[in-house]
């Protein structure tokens, strides 16, 4: 007799499947084919940020389902527009069609959405759809990653004989801290990026930072000894 309480096997993740249910029917059926998983990860994650930033939130939710609806059909299709008539806005959302005029209106004035091509007879208009425009980035990490390109092999050396004096739970800790900061920023921090970012920070750990500051005195507006 067949155990009731025996637990199926697990079955392995499948992060294709996983990322197939976020994406529109018919490219979560060709994706493999036509669409990388990194692409659809890396909207997936954009998406994420938008829904989170306060300058999402304080949409009203009609708003904010229009604006889902169209980044649905457009960048989670690979596109930056769609053609689109109200009525198929109503039938796709539920929404009245008086909401969806208004709301539009809203997402128009606010700069999420733009009219690429007018609506001619028996011809939807175009959308162009934006993401919410990424808030300013910060000067002092374009300086980071600026100064980490201009290190010298003496440099490089020196960051290589350092980095084992890092504990594994040290430098994760340092790395989920850029990446937390990168994205209250409102960006996607890649991994080249985070690990410049955690190279400059080790090296101005230790008395080497000295050392660069005799280096590069404009880096910390320091007359130059050299």
Do not use: C
Not at 3 to 22: H, I, L, R, T, W
Not at 61 to 89: C, N, W
Not at 137 to 145: F, G, S
Not at 174 to 180: D, F, P, Q
């Amino acid at each position: 007799m067949p155990n009731p309480f025996e637990v199926p096997p697990s079955q392995p993740f499948d992060e294709e499947a996983e990322v197939a249910d976020f994406l529109p029917p018919d490219l979560a059926l060709e994706g493999r084919a036509t669409l990388s998983s990194d692409w659809r990860l890396a909207y997936i994650d954009q998406l994420h940020l938008t829904m989170e930033d306060p300058r999402f939130l304080v949409l009203s939710p009609t708003a904010q389902l229009l604006y889902l609806h169209l980044l649905k059909h457009t960048h989670g299709r690979g596109e930056r527009e769609v053609r689109m008539s109200i009525d198929r806005f109503v039938a796709e959302t539920k929404l009245a069609w008086m909401t969806v005029q208004k709301q539009l209106k809203t997402l128009i004035r606010v700069g999420l959405v733009t009219i690429g091509h007018p609506a001619r007879q028996r011809v939807a208009p175009t959308y162009l759809v934006h993401w919410l425009p990424q808030l300013a980035q910060r000067e002092v990490l374009k300086d980071i990653v600026t100064r980490y390109d201009q290190l010298d092999q003496e440099d490089l050396a020196e960051l290589k004989r350092l980095a084992p004096l890092l504990s594994p739970s040290q430098r994760e800790e340092m790395a989920s801290e850029i990446h937390l900061s990168l994205r209250a920023d409102g960006l996607l921090p890649s991994q080249e990026l985070v690990t410049k970012i955690l190279s400059y920070r080790l090296l101005h750990l230790f008395p080497y930072k000295h050392e660069l500051m005799k280096k590069h005195p404009g880096w910390y507006d320091l007359p130059s000894q050299r």
